[in-house]
């Protein structure tokens, strides 16, 4: 069964500051891998999309990159702000549309 | 023993009827969701209910119509569907409390 795993589970930066959030994954067979934000009492916010045969996709501060065959992503955030503080969650989808979430990681952007 | 149950996994049908898309958890979560996926994979969240009670409702056009007759269940009830209807929705649920999601497998919905 697939297994996500995110780390940190918590991180703390000053504004400005660039970051990385880190996911990996137990199974490489996976169909795509999305990045999402959730805010406190809202659902979830799509970030960045990588289909499997992608390596990377950016969206203005953010990148994303997949590794498949060590089970990586990797999120990025660049001249982070305070905005940007919210629940980071990965999640791995396989062929047959069955979505598994990492563990979130809570991000806050010190003023 | 599946936790977030979704039906049917398939729609066909013909602009203008009315169809129903009925979304079980038996997890105990206290909120439940429903999504668009958008031809990009995209999820777009539509509804969120928190305890049978009403908290996200993006915009949607208001053919589209959630119930919850207790908080294992949120169906969506889709009135006049129109051909940009067809996409796959997903009904999520999760504990308000925690960390995390889980997601039913998706209803295909094609309008012809």
């Known amino acids: 069964k697939q297994e996500v795993t995110q780390i940190p589970a918590a991180l703390s930066v000053p504004e400005g500051e660039n970051l990385v959030l880190n996911c990996s994954f137990t199974d490489s067979a996976i169909y795509n891998l999305q990045w999402f934000r959730q805010d406190p009492g809202k659902g979830l916010t799509s970030l960045l999309l990588i289909q499997s045969s992608q390596r990377e996709q950016t969206s203005g501060r953010l990148n994303a990159s997949l590794d498949k065959s060590s089970g990586r992503s990797t999120l990025y955030i660049a001249a982070s702000q305070p905005g940007d503080s919210a629940t980071y969650l990965c999640a791995v989808t396989d062929t047959g549309n069955q979505f598994y979430f990492g563990t979130g990681t809570s991000l806050t952007v010190i003023p | 023993d599946t936790a977030v149950s979704q039906t049917p996994k398939y729609l066909v049908t013909q602009m203008g009827n009315d169809k129903s898309i009925k979304c079980e958890q038996n997890?105990?979560?206290?909120?439940m969701y429903w999504y668009k996926q958008d031809s990009k994979k995209f999820l777009k969240i539509m509804f969120s209910y928190n305890n049978k009670e009403l908290i996200i409702n993006e915009t949607v056009p208001n053919r589209f119509s959630p119930k919850s007759p207790d908080k294992a269940h949120l169906n969506l009830h889709i009135n006049s569907l129109e051909l940009g209807d067809s996409a796959v929705y997903f009904c999520?649920?999760?504990?308000?409390?925690?960390?995390?999601?889980?997601f039913g497998s998706g209803t295909r919905l094609t309008v012809v």
């Open positions: 999520a649920s999760s504990q308000v409390s925690r960390v995390g999601y889980t």
């Open positions: 997890l105990g979560h206290d909120t």
